[in-house]
């Protein structure tokens, strides 16, 4: 499996940015796809994931409501939209693939992951 992410970028407070990421060799029977992000200095957090079969999607308390995931089937192709985005929203946004069933905030257990995407909201 080979996850593939772009549309990172430069954008202002209050913009909007739409990530996508490409999953080519996945599997029908693989169980989510998740997007992460980790900022200078930090650590690795969950921002929301979607499970592939039925299309359910899960969020961070911090995006709630300004965050959307999508998936697109027959492209197996998983899309972040980012709107009102502020400058704590910076950093590298990483997708990544959960083959089973489980839980799906932990980073450690998705299996494949993207190479990461720039984001930088400017104040």
């Known amino acids: 499996v080979q996850l593939q992410a772009s549309g990172g970028g430069l954008v202002q407070a209050g913009g909007s940015l739409r990530l996508s990421c490409a999953a080519s060799?996945?599997?029908?029977?693989?169980?989510?796809m998740g997007w992460f992000r980790q900022a200078p200095g930090k650590e690795r957090e969950l921002v929301g994931t979607?499970?592939?079969?039925?299309?359910?999607?899960y969020y961070a308390d911090s995006v709630k409501g300004r965050f959307t995931i999508s998936a697109d089937n027959a492209k197996d192709t998983v899309y972040l939209q980012m709107n009102s985005l502020k400058p704590e929203d910076t950093a590298v946004y990483y997708c990544a693939l959960k083959r089973r069933i489980g839980n799906l905030a932990r980073a450690p257990l998705y299996d494949y992951w993207g190479q990461g995407t720039q984001v930088t909201v400017s104040s």
């Open positions: 060799g996945r599997t029908p029977s693989d169980y989510a």
């Open positions: 979607i499970i592939w079969s039925g299309g359910r999607s």
